[in-house]
């Protein structure tokens, strides 16, 4: 507790029980015969004097924190107005324009087959053939339309929004963050890691090993983003 909170808490508790159990003992004294009894006098002067010290306290400290409140709202205006006037005479050079083919080309120097490229900007939706779209890729994002999630591939980790990383990416391998490889990548095959085949590409469709199940992918994809769809509707 504070030193001033104190002092308040003091004199407001002493105020309350003097002038309260010294006006109880000088009635009750003075109902019983017994006359004027000094203590009891003594501690109703004792609280009543602390309550006024009290209440003139507070009205001073309410009347000091008013006027240091009004004194410091001008200063804050006068800091927001100079703020505003340096951003006014802050000038803003445009970007300069990228260049597209540069950017393409250091894409394409990748070590990726070629099959695999894809443009960043591009908006691609994995769809399960005779139900819908289940995902869609938009560069390094994907959202699972299946329950509204969003992933980011950042370098060789894929992150869901707002829990973390869940696969690494190794070379041509995916693996769950916390141990244990799930599929690779083998020519045109997605195999598991550790069960053989489990699907094939052909073109821009997915087909399952036993054609109970075929994916079209509306764009082409990177090795990378393959390796994240796999892991996201197979595992």
Do not use: C
Not at 36 to 64: D, E, P, Q
């Amino acid at each position: 507790m504070k030193r001033k909170q104190y002092i308040d808490w003091l004199t407001t508790v002493l105020g309350i029980f003097g002038v309260t159990y010294g006006g109880y003992l000088l009635a009750w004294h003075y109902n019983q015969g017994n006359g004027l009894n000094v203590l009891a006098l003594v501690l109703l002067i004792v609280g009543i004097i602390s309550l006024l010290f009290s209440i003139v306290l507070f009205t001073f400290r309410f009347i000091y924190y008013k006027k240091t409140k009004d004194a410091v709202i001008p200063t804050q205006n006068e800091e927001v107005t100079k703020d505003e006037t340096i951003k006014e005479e802050i000038v803003v050079e445009p970007k300069p324009k990228q260049n597209p083919t540069k950017s393409k080309t250091e894409y394409t120097e990748r070590s990726y087959p070629s099959s695999y490229s894809y443009s960043a900007s591009s908006t691609i939706y994995v769809k399960l053939l005779g139900h819908g779209p289940l995902l869609r890729i938009e560069g390094s994002q994907i959202l699972d339309m299946r329950n509204n999630t969003y992933y980011r591939i950042e370098g060789n980790i894929v992150k869901q929004d707002g829990y973390g990383p869940l696969f690494e990416i190794n070379g041509n391998q995916i693996r769950n963050i916390y141990g244990g490889n799930l599929f690779e990548l083998s020519g045109s095959n997605i195999n598991k890691t550790l069960g053989g085949f489990y699907a094939s590409i052909s073109g821009n469709y997915v087909t399952l090993y036993d054609s109970s199940r075929k994916y079209e992918i509306t764009d082409s994809l990177s090795k990378v983003q393959i390796l994240a769809v796999a892991a996201l509707l197979f595992n």
